[in-house]
């Protein structure tokens, strides 16, 4: 069964210092990956997406996301955090050829910037 | 276009009544995926529709629990009776299936925060 990990459940950090938020996911087929992020409050929101090409994908605020297929493994990366940035964030994943697919999100992490 | 549309953004019922929460998905979409985020337990996937057929409701959590989508621009998440554990935020999203362009994201919308006394 498809299945995504966030490891991480809580993570505090002070501006500037650099972030990673590792996820992993168990799928047989071919797949695309996102990262969403929740600000407090508010509904989900894609902050980048990967289905193919280079595995290092850019988005939104400075983040970005590196697909290491042999390791199942989509982490999250941003090299200096900001106070704004205090969210929750989900990995997901779904199966690209399906035309039924549900997106399969992980337990989510939340992310506390100390000021 | 105005994105996931959800009503109403915000419903304080009181235990047993029926309450019904409504999605306009994307134009266009043609997955849509209901889920219930509360602290204790995250964000749950109750139900998801793939061209207005229910696909897997496996995460409904009981009998009372049922949803419909009579078209492809409306869905319905329908709890009777309704009890003070229900109280959660339901979120609506929508998907489209993949046409090579990469783009089958799903789309949230702002959610419902229902509260049950």
């Known amino acids: 069964a498809q299945s995504v990990s966030q490891h991480n459940h809580h993570v505090i950090l002070s501006e500037a210092a650099s972030l990673e938020l590792g996820c992993n996911y168990s799928y047989g087929g071919t797949v695309n990956l996102f990262w969403y992020v929740q600000y407090p409050g508010q509904h989900l929101q894609l902050l980048l997406k990967y289905f193919s090409g280079d595995p290092l994908v850019k988005g939104i605020k400075g983040f970005e996301a590196e697909f290491i297929k042999s390791k199942f493994s989509f982490n999250l990366r941003k090299p200096s955090v900001q106070w704004s940035d205090t969210a929750e964030y989900f990995c997901a994943v779904n199966d690209r050829y399906s035309s039924a697919s549900k997106i399969i999100f992980g337990s989510g992490t939340r992310l506390s910037i100390r000021p | 276009d105005a994105g996931v549309i959800q009503s109403p953004r915000h419903e304080v019922t009181e235990m047993g009544q029926e309450v019904t929460l409504r999605c306009k998905p994307i134009?266009?979409?043609?997955?849509l995926f209901w889920y219930r985020q509360t602290m204790m337990r995250g964000l749950e996937l109750l139900i998801y529709f793939n061209n207005n057929v229910p696909i897997d409701d496996s995460g409904m959590p009981e009998d009372r629990f049922s949803a419909k989508m009579p078209n492809a621009s409306f869905s319905t998440l329908k709890i009777q009776p309704s009890e003070p554990r229900d109280s959660a935020v339901y979120f609506c999203?929508?998907?489209?299936?993949?046409?090579?362009?990469?783009?089958?994201?799903?789309?949230f919308g702002q959610g419902t925060r229902l509260t049950v006394v």
């Open positions: 999203a929508s998907s489209s299936e993949w046409t090579g362009s990469g783009n089958t994201e799903a789309f």
């Open positions: 134009s266009g979409h043609n997955s």
